[in-house]
């Protein structure tokens, strides 16, 4: 029986390693595909909301000013249209809102603004948007500088 042949422990090997052709095979055509996508991806856009001047302007505009020692000055300005004089008051954190309502006087919408010292500790201000809405002020606004950095 010569045909058969013998099968002994050496003649076949396992393979311990691993073929990494596919693998790198892979990882190129991925690489082909980001690079050809990529640019055809547009960025994101973001539309941003603007803003116009007014169509009217208010009939009267009450400004509250904080100054460094924290002194409080309320001072209602009337637009053109408006009857009546310009007013300016003191007050202080507990009187600060039933004057702003008296100035306010019928128009219950008109703007409430802001304006403090950029010193102050920004707790007083707070303290008095605080005040101010707890009076039922709707519409209070804070006053910024722009700068020309």
């Known amino acids: 029986m010569p045909s058969i042949a ?3 422990g050496r003649g076949r090997r396992t393979i311990n390693e691993i073929n990494m052709v596919p693998f790198i095979d892979v990882m190129l055509v991925l690489l082909i595909i980001f690079m050809v996508t990529a640019p055809l991806i547009s960025p994101s856009v973001i539309n941003i909301p603007s803003v116009g001047k007014a169509a009217i302007a208010p009939r009267q505009v009450i400004t509250i000013e904080i100054s460094k020692d924290n002194q409080i000055q309320i001072q209602r300005r009337l637009g053109k249209d408006a ?3 310009d007013q300016k008051k003191s007050a202080d954190l507990d009187t600060v ?3 702003t309502l ?3 006087g019928e128009d ?3 703007p409430v603004i802001i304006s ?4 102050i500790a920004y707790e007083n201000v707070v303290k008095v948007m605080d005040k101010l809405q ?3 002020v709707q519409r209070i606004g804070l006053s910024v500088q722009v700068s020309n950095e």
């Open 83 to 85: 009857k009546g004089s």
């Open 108 to 110: 219950a919408n008109s």
């Open 6 to 8: 013998q099968r002994s």
């Open 102 to 104: 008296q100035l306010q």
């Open 97 to 99: 809102a039933p004057i």
């Open 116 to 119: 403090a010292d950029k010193t």
């Open 134 to 136: 707890r009076a039922g």
